[in-house]
């Protein structure tokens, strides 16, 4: 029996990254479906559709970089957001408005990394003819245009979300869902 071979930093680094993406999809796809036609509804189904091609987009880098897709992480990231769902948020039966402030935390979060995996491969693609220096400077951008619309979108459901928490009993505050924030 030989050794087994030891996995190269940048699969580890790009499955990683697939693993966040599958979950970040999921969440996106879920957010998306938790607010029916709100406001901003149609904008978290653009954001869903975007964090899925940019998803898929990371996969064919990955063929094209020989780099194996371990598709059991891929099924441990969407696990994983669903486990995120059983997350304490002060009700049992309904949606808590502190769900979608913690949503749209966990999308900030895997927005600003899905960046910063397209930036650490552009540090690359110069020297790597099977990175495409344009797609991911694309990429790139969209990423951070993704985490501005998060960050806009986290302001105002914090304002709402936190400060309804302190509303007294009987005022109103606090009640609904993202749907009237977003």
């Given at each position: 029996?030989?050794?087994?071979?030891?996995?190269?930093?940048?699969?580890?680094?790009?499955?990683?990254?697939?693993?966040?993406?599958?979950?970040?999809?999921?969440?996106?796809?879920?957010?998306?479906?938790?607010?029916?036609?709100?406001?901003?509804?149609?904008?978290?189904?653009?954001?869903?559709?975007?964090?899925?091609?940019?998803?898929?987009?990371?996969?064919?880098?990955?063929?094209?970089?020989?780099?194996?897709?371990?598709?059991?992480?891929?099924?441990?990231?969407?696990?994983?957001?669903?486990?995120?769902?059983?997350?304490?948020?002060?009700?049992?039966i309904?949606?808590?408005?502190?769900?979608?402030?913690?949503?749209?935390?966990?999308?900030?979060?895997?927005?600003?990394?899905?960046?910063?995996?397209?930036?650490?491969?552009?540090?690359?693609?110069?020297?790597?003819?099977?990175?495409?220096?344009g797609?991911?400077?694309?990429?790139?951008?969209?990423?951070?245009?993704?985490?501005?619309?998060l960050?806009?979108?986290?302001?105002?459901?914090?304002?709402?979300?936190?400060?309804?928490?302190?509303?007294?009993?009987?005022?109103?505050?606090?009640?609904?869902?993202?749907?009237?924030?977003l």
């Amino acid at each position: 029996m030989s050794p087994q071979k030891p996995a190269q930093p940048l699969s580890i680094y790009l499955n990683d990254h697939l693993t966040g993406a599958f979950g970040g999809a999921a969440l996106a796809r879920r957010m998306a479906g938790a607010h029916g036609d709100t406001r901003r509804s149609a904008e978290l189904r653009s954001l869903a559709r975007e964090v899925e091609e940019d998803r898929d987009a990371l996969v064919r880098t990955m063929h094209r970089l020989g780099v194996p897709v371990r598709h059991y992480r891929t099924w441990l990231g969407v696990a994983a957001e669903r486990i995120g769902r059983l997350k304490p948020n002060g009700t049992l039966i309904h949606r808590a408005p502190l769900s979608d402030l913690i949503e749209l935390e966990a999308m900030r979060t895997g927005v600003e990394g899905k960046a910063a995996l397209w930036q650490a491969l552009r540090a690359i693609a110069d020297h790597d003819p099977r990175l495409d220096p344009g797609e991911l400077d694309r990429l790139t951008r969209r990423a951070l245009d993704q985490a501005r619309t998060l960050k806009d979108w986290h302001r105002s459901v914090s304002a709402e979300v936190l400060s309804a928490a302190g509303a007294p009993a009987g005022s109103g505050a606090g009640r609904g869902t993202v749907g009237s924030r977003l």
